[in-house]
């Protein structure tokens, strides 16, 4: 099965969906998030600096990753995320924002011509993510908001955006006529309820997907990209070179 885990931010997508890989035995694919990619793509600059040819390129970039991933596993996979969400986040910067949650003046756009043509823009590529979806995933499991956003620095959204976020991809998915089924609740609720929902099989107890599920999170990174770019150019220990 080829099952997406939906939900915008600080839902609890890649938790979840760590937990379930482990629980069930199958594979989990995801994308980087944009401070991930810009060390590499667009050195020395910042997410909250970056204007729409940058954002497009970030989506871009995370859109045809997840897709190569998702490539690589025909015989069905977890996904993080889907490749819907690239333009559902592009497309609530239209409304909110090019960076909200920032402390910016204005929401980033120099003219309402310039919002309309980055609206068409985004449109465009997501007619084409959107057909992937509907290629790809067998059905979608959409995490509720139910988490306070998380205060890590590492996602550069507001509560305003992540609610219209949330009602553009339920309301895209089903418009779509995509299977989607709403699982909330705590950890061990949404594991077991995913199971059960979609049949899946077990290869351990809950209890010990959720601890590995925790240890591999507390080993993320999830350091800004100007902390990534100094750690990447820093001059390795001796003997580790």
Not at 128 to 139: E, F, I, K, N, S
Not at 174 to 181: E, I
Request: glycine share 8%.
């Amino acid at each position: 099965m080829k099952l997406a885990i939906s939900g915008t931010y600080s839902s609890g997508k890649t938790t979840t969906s760590i937990a379930l890989s482990r629980l069930t035995g199958i594979p989990r694919t995801y994308a980087k998030t944009m401070r991930e990619i810009l060390p590499a793509l667009l050195p020395g600059r910042r997410l909250e600096d970056c204007g729409i040819p940058e954002l497009l390129q970030l989506g871009m970039v995370r859109y045809a990753e997840r897709a190569v991933h998702e490539s690589h596993l025909p015989d069905g996979f977890i996904s993080d995320g889907s490749s819907l969400h690239e333009w559902v986040y592009g497309r609530t910067r239209v409304a909110v924002g090019l960076h909200p949650g920032t402390r910016q003046d204005g929401d980033g756009f120099r003219s309402e011509t310039e919002r309309a043509f980055f609206a068409q823009v985004i449109d465009a590529m997501g007619a084409v993510m959107r057909r992937h979806a509907l290629q790809t995933y067998d059905a979608f499991a959409h995490l509720p908001i139910e988490f306070p956003l998380a205060a890590d620095g590492h996602r550069p959204v507001s509560e305003e955006f992540r609610a219209k976020s949330d009602r553009l991809l339920l309301d895209t998915l089903r418009q779509a006529g995509m299977p989607v089924y709403i699982i909330g609740g705590s950890l061990p609720d949404r594991l077991n309820a995913l199971v059960r929902t979609f049949d899946l099989p077990t290869v351990m107890p809950v209890e010990r997907a959720i601890g590995l599920a925790h240890a591999e999170m507390s080993r993320l990174d999830t350091s800004d990209e100007m902390t990534r770019q100094r750690t990447a150019a820093a001059p390795a220990p001796e003997g580790r070179k």
